[in-house]
């Protein structure tokens, strides 16, 4: 019994040692991964704020890549033949279109969660051919000439339409703590838009520019102090005006709402 006992207790000294290392190793490890992945989400106080980025993107198909609330305002002949009430059109189709564009911005070092930021975009979402319904009201007046009242849908051919867009002073909300920052950003935007025609007999060219809202929601990972890259979801939304043409193309008030998709690299100086 002494020397079981003198063995077990041989035992016993040997293997608290290992089980003291092996416990040892696996706090040192865990404390490792802890402090690589801190690294990971760290961003260092350095990180410039000032920044400049390019995108490319598309614009979403569906119900709000359309002109919707289409008011038809003038017949385009004679000049001057504006209805009164407006009669109506139904909504237009717009084809998805790429998006191309830059922006460029500034956080401020004190309040480094909040920002403003200019950017610029182009698109030419393509009105598409199809049914279109237009409705005149009775008892409508024309300065200019006379319209019978009622409704009639006919094949309209398709138009080219470009949009540039102009946010001037979107306001920037992000979490700066990590290297993946969510934001958020909100401000006016200047919509300019042409419509070139394509039917042959009202060939000509419509424009508007108007003032409306740009809304984006989006994500910036920093892969370097400098580098980044970004993707983002935006809404734009305003209501344009074309006049009508001496060709006889139809004036009208149209809404533009699209939703796009959008991703890109920043350089942060």
Known sequence: MGDIDEYSDGEEVVMKPRLERRNG??????????????????VSSAYSEMYIGGQVGTTFIGDNNKLARVDLTDLG??????????????????????????????????????GVELEAYYTTPHIEQGPTRVSILPGTVVNGGVVASGSVTNIFPGDYFRVITIAPFNLMFRYDKARFQPYVGVGPAIFLSRINTTEVSFVGT??????????????????????????????????FSFDA?????FGFKATYNPIIFSFGVSYHF
Request: aromatic residues 16%; without cysteine.
């Open 77 to 114: 002949g004679p000049p001057g033949s504006t209805l009164s009430p407006r009669g109506s059109m139904s909504g237009r189709d717009l084809a998805s279109s790429p998006v191309w564009g830059g922006k460029i911005g500034y956080y401020f070092p004190r309040v480094s969660w909040f």
């Open 206 to 239: 419509q424009s508007s520019t108007t003032v409306g809202v740009n809304v984006k929601l989006g994500g910036e990972y920093f892969f370097t102090k400098h580098i980044s890259g970004y993707g983002e979801v935006r809404y734009n939304h305003t209501r």
């Open 25 to 42: 190793l696996g706090i040192e490890m865990q404390a490792v991964w802890f402090a690589v992945f801190l690294l990971f989400l760290s």
């Open 245 to 249: 043409t001496d060709s006889g193309s």
